[in-house]
């Protein structure tokens, strides 16, 4: 088995650690404290330019949920072109009705987007959110997707490993299966052993602090307790720890 670990990153620092701890692929993003939103054009070519990553850029234009205005899915459609331009190597998105069903005509005209330009399409943890995942998956695969990223519809993957598993069983040779929250270095052999997944994907988070963050009674805090002064980032240590685990298997 040759595993792929995909390490998620939240900026072009964090990219720079991935690819020092041998990362080969991320999924870039902005506002990982919102989920996950799409990065700017300008990490993406940066991150492109300077080091040897795939990159997958999210493509997301607020926090909570999948069911998106007419004006937000505008801006959707025009990120993804301009990321795909910026040097992405694929696109991860999800657009979901209100009832928790597929939006099939929007998360097919970013398809048509991604594959007009020959670029992988990735269907987010959208996915963990649907109301039926066996037909989602199935619409999937009709549509064209390349990869689903999912945690088996529970908090983590290790909770939802079971639908990991059979989700893999079911459709693994004809769409990819990325397992991705909560994985660590502890837990992502047995994960992978258990489910048969090959692709795990993990934030390897750790913190550095900003002395600027809270002063004068006014606070921009992103965290509580210890961490009221610090930002999450990727750590080197922790994406190295992780791929020589996965590589035991």
Not at 140 to 149: A, F, M, N, P, T
Not at 208 to 234: F, H, I, L
Not at 236 to 249: D, P
Request: hydrophobic letters at 40%; charged letters at 25%; glycine letters at 10%.
């Amino acid at each position: 088995m040759n595993p792929v670990v995909e390490i998620c990153c939240g900026s072009y620092y964090d990219a720079t650690q991935a690819a020092l701890g041998g990362a080969r692929r991320i999924e870039l993003n902005g506002a990982l404290m919102l989920g996950g939103l799409t990065p700017t054009s300008a990490t993406v070519r940066m991150v492109k330019e300077n080091l040897n990553l795939k990159v997958i850029a999210m493509v997301r234009p607020r926090g909570a949920g999948f069911c998106y205005l007419p004006e937000e899915f505008a801006v959707m459609e025009r990120e993804c072109g301009e990321v795909l331009e910026a040097g992405a190597d694929g696109v991860a998105f999800g657009c979901l009705n209100q009832d928790g069903s597929l939006d099939e005509e929007r998360n097919k005209r970013l398809l048509d987007i991604i594959k007009a330009m020959g670029r992988e399409a990735v269907f987010h943890r959208a996915f963990d959110c649907v109301a039926d995942p066996w037909e989602t998956m199935e619409r999937l695969i009709g549509l064209g997707v390349d990869r689903v990223l999912t945690s088996g519809l529970k908090p983590t993957a290790m909770e939802g490993r079971d639908t990991i598993r059979r989700l893999k069983a079911v459709y693994g040779d004809r769409i990819q299966i990325l397992a991705g929250s909560g994985v660590n270095k502890e837990n992502v052999r047995e994960l992978m052993e258990y489910t048969g997944v090959t692709q795990v994907h993990s934030s390897c988070k750790a913190w550095k602090e900003d002395p600027t963050t809270a002063r004068n009674g006014v606070s921009y805090s992103m965290a509580g307790g210890d961490r009221a002064m610090c930002y999450d980032v990727v750590s080197a240590g922790l994406v190295a720890e992780l791929i020589k685990r996965g590589k035991e298997l």
